[in-house]
């Protein structure tokens, strides 16, 4: 289940070679949980048939997108194809588009449905450029996948959930120290005293839910010297990120609690 339809900026879809070697076997496994969900790249293609699957995600929005989605998914498939024969009428070429060459305006595709909008504007196009439509999907699987997982609002339920329960694995991708106070504060990065939000309490949760967790933890997140040394008791590794839209280059740290 290495393919999905919904894929955010920042997954670990291309990371998974680089860390699967420390997730635990699913044998082990009774229960699994991505409290920052993305696109939940570990769950889908390792532990998409264990018994209990839990997913937070703060964002509305998001989550409106693939309810919309998996309720239709035939519909949803036709749009893609629609979509791709859209790009190919209007002599859109691809390959230029992958090589950031040309950029298309969002409002071209006004013609359709507020389903396909959703997916087309976060993850087909980013910062504007277009980016390639897949239609490799196996969609009965991801259906199944999608009606088994109890999605909750806040990524601490799930902590609170699992940290006793030693047939447990929680995969833990969150906000990288840069950014937690932007993009995860959402359109408004102030509160209503005109103060600047300040998401980092993030990290000192994170970090007492390792603390005391009986369940296995992983957290993969950017390497920065705060970072180092707040988990610096549970380090296991680095690798080296390249994000393909910017072209610029990260390395990533390896935490777990085993």
Known sequence: MKNFIIVRIGNKQRDLKYFDMYLPKKDEIESVAEPFAGSFSVIRNYYYDVNNIYCADNDEIYKEKIKLIFNDLEGFKTERENIIKF????????????????FIKRD?????????????????????????????????????????????????????KLKNDNKAFVFIDPPYFQSSNKSYCGDDYRDKDNNLKDNTNIYIDILHFMNEAKCKVMLIINSSEIIKYIFKDYY???????????QSK?????????
């Open 236 to 246: 296991k590794g680095c690798y080296n990120k390249l994000y393909t839209l910017s």
């Open 87 to 102: 790009y190919k009428d209007n002599n859109t070429n691809l390959e230029e588009m992958k090589k950031r060459k040309v």
């Open 250 to 258: 990260e390395i990533l740290n390896i935490y777990t609690n085993y």
């Open 108 to 160: 071209i595709l006004k013609e359709f449905s507020k389903t396909l909008k959703f997916h087309t504007f976060d993850d087909l196009f980013a910062r504007g450029i277009v980016k390639t439509p897949s239609m490799s999907f196996d969609y009965s699987d991801l259906k199944k996948l999608y009606d088994k997982i109890k999605w909750f609002d806040d990524f601490k339920i799930i902590f609170e």
